[in-house]
């Protein structure tokens, strides 16, 4: 079964760096686009970014365009997000899930970034 | 980007009762090559990761109860759920899979009566 594993949350201090982490399996993992979506204490869910099953193409939101990147390594079938200059408004649970044709169809556990001072 | 809207807010239905949520975008989603809309609904309970529901606007998920039903086309969506349970309390989203970036909706917080 698919299963996505979320590591690297924790609490970085406003304009440091994060690096995020998802190991998947269960699954053909360069063959499918991967997502990462947050939510703020309180607040919706708010899609974040996507990279192609190769890695060649991403797209962002524009709250972290600039600011995030993305990158996988397909022979570790793990997908990660960096998370650079952070912000207190970037504090929020972050998840990866798993692209489908319209749809993310399985999403990791979820991992709490705090960002404070 | 395409701004989804969700109404109402927030509901209280009964057990055994109908809830239904509606979902508008700000343009059609329907994708002309292949005659789809791409959108997605997801149920999300507290420290939980979303679950989907529904894609390609009424297409259910392999697993989710037949009591889930999607429908719509174009710009207005609606989720339907019958004979509610006392599980079936959550946020439910809407989003929106036709471009960058893949918005969501604000979310409709079902509550049980």
């Known amino acids: 079964q698919v299963q996505l594993v979320q590591s690297g949350g924790g609490v970085v201090q406003p304009g440091r760096s994060l690096r995020l982490s998802c190991a998947a399996s269960?699954?053909?993992?360069?063959?499918?686009?991967m997502h990462w979506v947050r939510q703020a204490p309180g607040m919706g869910l708010e899609w974040l970014a996507v990279i192609s099953g190769d890695g060649s193409k991403e797209s962002f939101a524009d709250s972290v365009k600039g600011r995030f990147t993305l990158s996988r390594d397909n022979s570790k079938n793990t997908v990660y997000l960096e998370m650079n200059s952070l912000r207190h408004d970037d504090t929020a649970v972050y998840y990866c899930?798993?692209?489908?044709?319209?749809?993310?169809?399985?999403w990791g556990q979820g991992t709490l970034v705090t960002i404070s001072s | 980007d395409i701004v989804m809207t969700q109404s109402p807010d927030s509901l209280a239905v009964s057990l055994g009762e109908r809830a239904t949520i509606k979902c508008k975008s700000s343009q059609s989603i329907l994708y002309s090559s292949d005659n789809k809309n791409y959108l997605t609904w997801y149920q999300k309970k507290a420290g939980q990761p979303p679950k989907l529901l529904i894609y390609?606007?009424?297409t259910r998920e392999f697993g989710v109860s037949d009591r889930f039903s999607g429908s719509g086309s174009g710009t207005d969506f609606t989720l339907t759920i019958s004979s509610l349970r006392a599980e079936d309390a959550a946020v439910y989203y809407c989003?929106?899979?036709?471009?960058?970036?893949?918005?969501f909706g604000p979310g409709t917080k079902l509550e049980i009566k």
């Open positions: 390609w606007a009424s």
């Open positions: 269960g699954f053909t993992f360069r063959n499918f686009g």
């Open positions: 989003q929106q899979h036709y471009s960058t970036p893949f918005t």
């Open positions: 899930a798993k692209g489908a044709i319209g749809s993310t169809d399985s």
